[in-house]
């Protein structure tokens, strides 16, 4: 058994020489603290002129430089017309405070279509309520309801204004939103 471990013991020494001696520690050498280099400084070389070498400095040249065009171009505009001011005594209209009411002019048979149509518009928006009037209601539903009465009610504003075709379009946005609110049902 002696033989064996000593057998073992040269394998493990030869494997021990072999592995230091691949790793090359036997012959790198220790790095050496460096200082600083020395730095170097490039320096132009600047040429010795003697003084009756010396060149005149160059003359100025101005040239006259025209104005640049115009970034925008403008146009005359006509002066504003004056108008009379009213007299200090008068006192101002009520009427002049509410807003101006812009509505298209209708013929007279229009007039009566669209007044009509308002109304039966109104009639089948009313209809609708009020088959949805005693039942539970969910948010979508109950929020299509007040949409509903404000159009019903902005179209009899409408109404009273006699603007029949703002009140024609505002009563048929709520027929079309209670078909809308039934369909759902």
């Known amino acids: 058994m002696n033989t064996q471990t000593n057998e073992t013991k040269k394998w493990l020494a030869v494997v021990c020489v072999c ?8 012959t790198k050498r220790r790095p050496t603290a460096r200082l600083i280099s020395p730095i170097v400084f490039a320096h132009p070389v600047m040429p010795t002129v003697m003084e009756g070498e010396l060149e005149p400095p160059p ?4 040239e ?20 009379a001011s009213q007299p200090a ?20 048979e229009e ?5 009509a149509e308002t109304l039966r518009n109104l009639d089948l928006a009313k209809k609708y309520l009020a088959q949805v009037s005693g039942r539970r209601l969910n948010a979508m539903q109950q929020d299509l309801v007040s949409k509903i009465r404000g159009f019903t009610q902005s179209a009899r504003e409408a109404l009273r204004e006699s ?13 079309v939103l209670s078909e809308q609110l039934a369909a759902s049902l």
Do not use: Y
Request: proline share 13%; with cysteine.
């Open 111 to 115: 007039t009566e279509a669209a007044k």
């Open 89 to 108: 005594s008068e006192p101002a209209h009520a009427e002049n405070n509410e807003e101006p009411l812009i509505a298209p002019e209708l013929t007279t």
């Open 59 to 62: 003359e100025e040249i101005f």
């Open 64 to 83: 006259p430089v025209s104005a640049p065009p115009p970034l925008a171009v403008s146009h005359s505009v006509p002066a504003r017309p004056r108008v």
């Open 19 to 26: 592995a230091v001696g691949m790793c090359g520690c036997l």
């Open 163 to 175: 603007d029949w075709e703002r009140a024609k379009n505002l009563s048929k946005k709520a027929v």
